[in-house]
């Protein structure tokens, strides 16, 4: 873990401070943040506890099926029931807590924020997997694809995760299920009504690299590029992000949850 101090921080500070934890994506670290942005110089002057757990590069923040035995890695309780406890007995976390991450981090941050319900007040996804049970219809990349792939990613049997997928993902068999109810557990769009009540950001790109022209010291990047591609570009990984992020779009109009999202032209890389 790695913590960004407020200015005025103290261990033995009588007061709290609000959290905001940033949560890697895979096959990242802790350490990714800080190494890839410049969110250490953001949070210089701001009165928050800057939180940046460590799991591993195929965590899915998930406790994971292990065939059914359960049993480690159990990252959702970790950081649920252990470092969440941690941060506030030890290093003067409040209870006010936002959430964002990118990529499988986004996946955590969506997740981590609906099947906790309250835990935190806000949640950012940035190019978040928000649908692993998304399906593509145009030839690319399924939402299970990133899950077996995280699986080499850790050199171990991406199977222990969450189990498999079933229909129609690894069967043909509409009756053969397998594991589903494990994926749905973990999936942000199936637990999206948990989200209801919390402030949510969603960003993501279509997968056309279109530079970003953008750089540290400008202005703000303007809410005209958020100009909302309707199909997914060439690069395979985002072009199956925006298709996550667009079902998940379209299931929090359903339930009625609001959320601000800005979509544009670019792929699954730091500088977007």
Known sequence: MRLLLPPAWSKTATRTWPVLWLLHGGPGDHTDWTANTHIEELAA?????????????????????????????????????????????????????????????????????????GMFRAVASYSGAVSTLHLSLDGGLSGPDLGKG????????????????????DTADPTDLRQR??????????????LAGTALYISYGDGT?????WQWGDPPASPARCTNPIRGGPEPVEHLIHGMNQQMGVRLAQLGIPAAVCAYRGVHAWPY
Request: proline share 9%.
């Open 209 to 213: 690299d279109a530079a970003t022209g």
């Open 45 to 117: 002057p701001r009165d928050v506890l800057f939180v940046l757990p460590q799991t591993s590069p195929c965590s899915g923040y998930s406790d994971w099926y292990n065939s059914g035995g359960g049993g480690p890695p159990a990252w959702e309780t970790y950081l649920v029931d252990e470092l969440r406890p941690l941060l506030e007995s030890q290093y003067r976390a409040g209870t006010e807590r936002a959430v964002a991450g990118l990529s499988m981090g986004g996946l955590g941050a969506m997740k981590l924020a609906a099947t906790h319900p």
């Open 181 to 194: 109810s494990v994926w749905e557990r973990n999936d942000p769009l199936h637990q999206a009504a948990g």
């Open 150 to 169: 995280a699986g080499g990613g850790c050199h171990t049997d991406w199977r222990r995760i969450w189990g498999e997928p079933g229909f129609p993902f």
